[in-house]
T-cell receptor
């Protein structure tokens, strides 16, 4: 089946630093990737939709200048948390689906394993 | 906006059946998904419904009624490893909106 990887799987950083998280589709091309954030015991909240070769679309309330998204190739999207603060500590998950497929049905979204960010 | 409701917690005995309900009100509908998520891990796909009716997949079944904005996930022959959070998600406009999740605890 489709595989999506994320790197790093966990990161601890000091307040004020920037952290970059990578999301890769390993065996298919992905024009669109989604970035979610999940706080403890809460559900996934969509932060932004990343489109290869164009600007990301951010959900209401998500600061685009704080969460920088770059989707430079059909297999890689990155999320950079700039000037991270303790309240940014969360579980960040990406997901995507094959460009050649149809979103939904058998070609459902595939999730990366997530990145646990802790800001001290 | 999107509104997706599911119970917070459910407890059942090993070998039993549990039904997790999900009601939704969304702007647009292009399918409903159920995902399983163990603590600290990413969600894994369980089922997808876009037409009314029941989809059966081994021990798991999912039902959808679009007119009622209602779905359920049925877990049969519960095993200890089924203890997890179960997320109902709706594809409203080609992006997923998730419910808060239902934590299922299976007891011996």
């Amino acid at each position: 089946g489709a595989v999506v990887s994320q790197h790093p799987s966990w990161v601890i950083c000091k307040s004020g630093t920037s952290v970059k998280i990578e999301c890769r589709s390993l065996d298919f091309q992905a024009t669109t990737m989604f970035w979610y954030r999940q706080f403890p015991k809460q559900s996934l909240m969509l932060m932004a939709t990343s489109n290869e070769g164009s600007k990301a679309t951010y959900e209401q309330g998500v600061e685009k200048d704080k969460f920088l998204i770059n989707h430079a190739s059909l297999t890689l999207s990155t999320l950079t948390v700039t000037s991270a603060h303790p309240e940014d500590s969360s579980f960040y998950i990406c997901s995507t689906y094959p460009t050649s497929g149809r979103f939904g049905g058998t070609d459902t979204q595939y999730f990366g394993p997530g990145t646990r960010l802790t800001v001290l | 906006g999107q509104n997706i409701d599911q119970p917070t917690e459910m407890t059942a005995t090993e070998g039993a059946i549990v039904q997790i309900n999900c009601t939704y009100q969304t702007s647009g509908f292009n399918g409903l998904f159920w995902y399983q998520q163990h603590a600290g891990e990413a969600p894994t796909f369980l089922s997808y419904n876009v037409l009314d009716g029941l989809e059966e997949k081994g021990r798991f079944s999912s039902f959808l009624s679009r007119s009622k904005g209602y779905s359920y996930l049925l877990l049969k022959e519960l095993q200890m490893k089924d203890s997890a959070s179960y997320l109902c998600a709706v594809n409203g406009d080609y992006k997923l909106s998730f419910g808060a999740g239902t934590t299922v605890t299976v007891r011996a």
